[in-house]
Every structure is written in C-alpha cells, then in structure tokens.
C-alpha cells in the first residue's frame, strides 16, 4: 500500500524554499502527509500544528539541497542522482543498469515490494530463453536454480499433459518437436493437430503496435474458435496452461497477450519451454546477493518507505524529488517507477503532478488479479510424480499451480514431511475465507491431481493472500498501458507490463527491459536518453 486511507494535503514548490500561501496544485505537486502515524483523525488543531512541522522540516531540507547541489555544481564533481521506486526484477534491474552507468542511485522499497509480483509470495519459473537473468547470476557467482526438469498440466478430468525436457531430444522444426515430444494423455491426435493452424496467428503476431491493436480487441477464447482448435484441446490444454501464464480464463485474456506468450516460451523454438527453479526463496537465494552487490557499487536502498507522491517543478516541467514516509524528500535527477499495476494507480490518485497526464489516468482503467499462496506440511510421504504442475480448476473459474518443494527447495529436501506449495490466481472467491477454510480447499484441489494426499493429514500450512498482485490482460487494456518513457522528459517506467518488443508476461521481460541492450526498436530509449539528458 502506498499509504494510509486518510490524508492531510498541503502543496510545496518543488525547486525551492515552501510558500505557505500557495496552494495552486497546477503549479506545484500536492504532498500529502499522514494526519497521524496510522492514518486516525486528529482535531484540526492537531493537523495545523502538523502541516507546519512538516512545513518546516522540508523548507529546511530544500534549503539545504539547494545550496548543496550549485557548490557541487560549480565544482563539477556531482553525480546524477536517480531513484528507483519499486525492489523487484524490473526496479533491481534499473538500477543495475544505472550503476553500472555511474549514477548514484537510490531505491525505495517497502515491506510489500510496492505491489511487486516477486514478492507476492508465488513461484516462478525460469525458462530456456531467459538468457538475461542467466547471465545475471553468472556474474553473481551464484548458482541459484535446479536442474532442467519435467512439468505437467492437469484439467478438471485429470492428468493431460507431460512435458519432457526437450533439450534432451533431437531438435526438431519448430512447432513440431513440442507437438510430437509433448506426451498427451488423454487427447486424441485428431484434437492435437486443430492446434496447427494457430500456428498461422502466432506468425502473423510479431509483436508490433500493429499486431497488439490487430489481436488485443478479442479474447484468446475467441482465437482459438477462430482458428479451429478443437473444443477439447482448449479446454484441457490451453486453458489451464493459458490460466496460470495470464493468470486468468482464456475467455477475460487478451488475444495478443496469450500470442505473445505461446510464442516466447513454447513455439519459438523446442527447448524454450524447459524450465528450472529457484532452490530456496528468490527473494533470499537471488535478491538478496544481488542488493548486496549493488551496494558494493554505492547503491542506496531506502527499506520500508512507503512513496506518497512525486514532486513537479514547474520550471524545469520535470519531476524534482520524491516524497515518502516519514515526511521524507528525496531529491532526484531522474525517476524509474517500477511497480506494479495497482501501485501506480494508488500513486496516481494521491499525486496531482500524475493526475494531470493522461497517460497516467488511462493506468487507473487497467485491472490486477488476486494470488492466493499456501504452503502445507503433510504428515507422511506423498508420492508427487511431477515437481512442478499447472492446473485449471473445475468449474474454470480460477488457475493453480502446485509444487513437490521437497524436490526443488534445498531445505525440504531431508524433511520427513510432504511440503507443498499452491498458488492460486484471479482466486478472488478465496481472499475472504479464514485461513482453515482456503486449506480445506486446496487439499481438495490437490486431492484430484495426486491421489495419496487422501490418505495423509495436515500438521502446518503457511497461508498468505496478495490481492491485486499481478497485472490483468485483459481484451483492450494494452491502449491503456505504459511505455518506457513517460511525459515526464525524467520519468521512466519499469516492469513486465510496460509495453516493449518483448514476448513474454514474466521477470525475464522486467529485467531484460533494464539491462544491458540499448537498441531503439526494443523499448529501451529510456536508457539512452537518460544517459544523454544526465551524463554521470
């Protein structure tokens, strides 16, 4: 959360010393300041008292910042400052990338990720294409995943599918060493060929402004009618695979996003749909080495701050500080939000400065999707066939996957415990219930994918709920979503919903969007134009 639910606002000049009598938001940026530690009601005189400390700390910080920066000016010896709101893929990535540029960067990051996926709790894959974040552990000299392993897809009739590790076998052209490596247990292969002349919208979308606008009107439902894929092939392949890889039913997600992601990580070319995983949390196995060695390199990470507002100075028609918790100010240079969907909107409706763009307003039109995620500890071994499985639930109405951590995480390994992992997504009829209530119903989800679960009894669980935690694709929202480059001339945007030449929905594309490539037909002109505008 951005804040709390009520809000005591004041205007500030963001280029210099406060003047209490303005309180134009079309000139200056609106603050807002909590009216007390937790968001309660003061007495009016309370909050006078309030605004004017608050006043006066900022006044004198400006003060401060102003004679500080033209000394540091003059003598050439200031480095660029930008600040990065947001700790995950995409805001690591940034200031990855902005470090090794030599700015001096700082990073906001609260106790929730600001919104972030990553820290949503759930447990993500790594697929053969994501060559960027590879790379990235292999400069950290760490060895982070498991091996390649085999996955599985179950629909509401049981085991559908089986996914070998396809790098082991003869490559064959594409789409035909998936279709034919691919072990299908149930479907004919009358039902398996009608998934070939899709093949014929996954060449015509190459990814391009045209392409989106040409498939985002209608829903990958529609798509698959259109091109003749049988009903049963939809039904108990694409739809759960599709489900837990935008997170919602095929017939809420957009043409152009499941296209997108057909190709990237399954049709492109044959291995692309192996996959390893994490051996321990990313946030522990990952994140935290990879903060550590941007520290080494003079990173700043301001923890548990909560981002009320950005500042806009009129004078120069860019955004000036940032204004957090604690009534901080942080000056800045340029400015790298990347969070999620929900974050921004929050951030939107408390800033005037965002409010006054229309690219902004058009984010409070774009949706998220809920994320159940529930650990479970059962008393005996339970015999799980696949570590990694994706599955749709009966009635299609929400997806979920299922993991054997007693085989990916290194410290369930020798546990005499069966530990499991489900997330659940757009599980939106769950986010109510206590957590004895969500246990019951996983145990019977899990119940009709392995059947010894039956006979083994629960002894602990760790239950968590994220709600509006990843982006929704839904059929017309990609109008609504953002590029790199903002209005702002130093304002950047991050994440896996910003709209790039990139295939895949996934932490791959938020990372891979913040390093290394500079190329102008990719979405990374943020970069280079934040080298040209504020050199180190």
């Given at each position: 959360?951005?804040?709390?639910?009520?809000?005591?606002?004041?205007?500030?000049?963001?280029?210099?010393?406060?003047?209490?009598?303005?309180?134009?938001?079309?000139?200056?940026?609106?603050?807002?300041?909590?009216?007390?530690g937790?968001?309660?009601?003061?007495?009016?005189?309370?909050?006078?008292?309030?605004?004017?400390?608050?006043?006066?700390?900022?006044?004198?910080?400006?003060?401060?910042?102003?004679?500080?920066?033209?000394?540091?000016?003059?003598?050439?010896?200031?480095?660029?400052?930008?600040?990065?709101?947001?700790?995950?893929?995409?805001?690591?990535?940034?200031?990855?990338?902005?470090?090794?540029?030599?700015?001096?960067?700082?990073?906001?990051?609260?106790?929730?990720?600001?919104?972030?996926?990553d820290?949503?709790?759930?447990?993500?894959?790594?697929?053969?294409?994501?060559?960027?974040?590879?790379?990235?552990?292999?400069?950290?000299?760490?060895?982070?995943?498991?091996?390649?392993?085999?996955?599985?897809?179950?629909?509401?009739?049981?085991?559908?599918?089986?996914?070998?590790?396809?790098?082991?076998?003869?490559?064959?052209?594409?789409?035909?060493?998936?279709?034919?490596?691919?072990?299908?247990?149930?479907?004919?292969?009358?039902?398996?060929?009608?998934?070939?002349?899709?093949?014929?919208?996954?060449?015509?979308?190459?990814?391009?402004?045209?392409?989106?606008?040409?498939?985002?009107?209608?829903?990958?439902?529609?798509?698959?009618?259109?091109?003749?894929?049988?009903?049963?092939?939809?039904?108990?392949?694409?739809?759960?695979?599709?489900?837990?890889?935008?997170?919602?039913?095929?017939?809420?997600c957009?043409?152009?996003?499941?296209?997108?992601?057909?190709?990237?990580?399954?049709?492109?070319?044959?291995?692309?749909f192996?996959?390893?995983?994490?051996?321990?949390?990313?946030?522990?196995?990952?994140?935290?080495?990879?903060?550590?060695?941007?520290?080494?390199?003079?990173?700043?990470?301001?923890?548990?701050?909560?981002?009320?507002?950005?500042?806009?100075?009129?004078g120069?028609?860019?955004?000036?500080?940032?204004?957090?918790?604690?009534?901080?100010?942080?000056?800045?240079?340029?400015?790298?939000?990347?969070?999620?969907?929900?974050?921004?909107?929050?951030?939107?409706?408390?800033?005037?400065?965002?409010?006054?763009?229309?690219?902004?307003?058009?984010?409070?039109?774009?949706?998220?999707?809920?994320?159940?995620?529930?650990?479970?500890?059962?008393?005996?071994?339970?015999?799980?066939?696949?570590p990694?499985?994706?599955?749709?639930?009966?009635?299609?109405?929400?997806?979920?996957?299922?993991?054997?951590?007693?085989?990916?995480?290194?410290?369930y390994?020798?546990?005499?415990?069966?530990?499991?992992?489900?997330?659940?997504?757009?599980?939106?009829?769950?986010v109510p219930?206590?957590?004895?209530?969500?246990?019951?119903?996983i145990?019977?989800?899990?119940?009709?994918?392995?059947?010894?679960?039956?006979?083994?009894?629960?002894?602990?669980?760790?239950?968590?709920?994220?709600?509006?935690?990843l982006?929704?694709?839904?059929?017309?929202?990609?109008?609504?979503?953002?590029?790199?480059?903002?209005?702002?001339?130093?304002?950047?945007?991050?994440?896996?919903?910003?709209?790039?030449?990139?295939?895949?929905?996934?932490?791959?594309?938020?990372?891979?969007?913040?390093?290394?490539?500079?190329?102008?037909?990719?979405?990374?002109?943020?970069k280079?134009?934040?080298?040209?505008?504020?050199?180190?």
């Amino acid at each position: 959360m951005l804040g709390c639910s009520r809000w005591w606002s004041t205007t500030i000049p963001c280029g210099g010393l406060i003047n209490p009598s303005s309180t134009s938001p079309s000139r200056y940026g609106s603050m807002s300041y909590s009216s007390n530690g937790l968001g309660g009601p003061k007495s009016a005189a309370a909050a006078s008292r309030s605004r004017r400390r608050s006043h006066a700390a900022i006044t004198g910080s400006a003060e401060a910042h102003s004679s500080s920066r033209s000394r540091e000016e003059e003598e050439g010896k200031r480095k660029k400052k930008v600040s990065v709101i947001g700790s995950g893929w995409a805001g690591l990535g940034a200031a990855h990338h902005l470090c090794n540029q030599g700015f001096e960067v700082t990073v906001f990051e609260d106790g929730n990720g600001f919104g972030s996926s990553d820290n949503a709790g759930i447990i993500q894959g790594f697929w053969y294409p994501y060559k960027n974040i590879f790379s990235l552990v292999d400069e950290l000299g760490i060895k982070p995943f498991t091996n390649w392993m085999k996955s599985a897809v179950y629909s509401s009739e049981g085991l559908e599918v089986e996914f070998p590790v396809f790098q082991d076998l003869q490559q064959l052209p594409a789409p035909l060493g998936t279709l034919l490596y691919t072990q299908f247990k149930q479907l004919p292969w009358v039902d398996r060929l009608s998934s070939l002349p899709l093949m014929a919208a996954v060449i015509d979308f190459d990814n391009t402004e045209m392409a989106w606008r040409k498939y985002d009107s209608i829903t990958a439902r529609e798509l698959f009618k259109q091109f003749g894929c049988s009903e049963r092939f939809y039904r108990q392949v694409f739809d759960p695979l599709l489900h837990v890889g935008l997170f919602a039913p095929p017939e809420q997600c957009s043409a152009a996003a499941a296209l997108g992601i057909l190709y990237y990580t399954s049709i492109a070319h044959q291995k692309d749909f192996d996959v390893v995983w994490c051996r321990g949390e990313v946030k522990e196995t990952i994140f935290d080495p990879w903060k550590a060695s941007l520290r080494s390199r003079g990173c700043r990470f301001m923890e548990g701050r909560e981002v009320r507002d950005l500042v806009f100075d009129e004078g120069t028609s860019s955004i000036s500080a940032v204004f957090c918790s604690s009534d901080e100010l942080v000056y800045a240079d340029a400015v790298v939000l990347a969070v999620g969907v929900s974050t921004v909107q929050e951030l939107v409706k408390n800033s005037a400065a965002l409010r006054s763009r229309d690219e902004f307003l058009k984010v409070l039109k774009l949706a998220s999707i809920d994320v159940i995620t529930a650990k479970l500890w059962l008393d005996k071994k339970v015999n799980i066939p696949n570590p990694s499985n994706a599955c749709s639930a009966t009635d299609e109405s929400f997806g979920w996957t299922f993991f054997h951590l007693n085989a990916l995480r290194d410290e369930y390994k020798d546990c005499p415990h069966t530990v499991l992992q489900a997330d659940f997504f757009n599980a939106s009829e769950f986010v109510p219930l206590n957590d004895d209530d969500i246990a019951k119903r996983i145990i019977s989800n899990l119940g009709k994918c392995a059947n010894d679960i039956e006979n083994a009894s629960l002894v602990d669980m760790d239950i968590s709920t994220s709600p509006k935690s990843l982006t929704h694709f839904f059929p017309g929202s990609y109008k609504h979503m953002m590029r790199g480059s903002t209005s702002f001339p130093n304002l950047f945007m991050a994440g896996d919903w910003i709209v790039n030449r990139h295939g895949s929905w996934s932490q791959e594309k938020g990372l891979r969007e913040r390093l290394g490539s500079s190329e102008p037909s990719c979405g990374f002109g943020w970069k280079r134009k934040l080298c040209q505008d504020h050199p180190g």
